[in-house]
């Protein structure tokens, strides 16, 4: 089993990004997936969900109308589209399953927010 995310890098305050995470190794379209957060000096958290099937989405208060999780069960990744980004937003981004396998944790992606 393998996740590996991609797309952050730095952007203005109010800009967009979108976050990709390509799964791999196992049967993508049944499994719940979601995607997390390491601030430095806080604890992992969950802020986005989507259902196997893509049909229900749910978000943390900080992110709801602003993030939008969806994926593509054909393909098999996993996105994140971020929008209105602002100072509270950088931190390693993760996807993984949900609720998570500690053993499939993958790189992250960084996002910067910086004017």
């Known amino acids: 089993v393998q996740l590996v995310e991609s797309g952050g890098g730095l952007v203005q305050p109010g800009g967009s990004l979108t976050l990709s995470c390509i799964a791999s190794g196992f049967t993508f379209s049944n499994y719940r997936m979601a995607w997390y957060i390491q601030v430095v000096g806080k604890a992992l958290a969950l802020f986005a969900a989507i259902t196997s099937d893509g049909g229900r989405t749910n978000y943390g208060d900080s992110v709801k109308r602003r993030f939008t999780i969806s994926r593509d069960n054909s393909n098999d990744p996993v996105y994140l589209h971020m929008r209105s980004l602002n100072v509270e937003d950088p931190a390693v981004y993760y996807c993984?399953?949900?609720?998570?396998?500690?053993?499939?944790w993958g790189p992250g992606t960084r996002v910067t927010v910086s004017s």
């Open positions: 993984n399953f949900r609720p998570y396998a500690e053993a499939t």
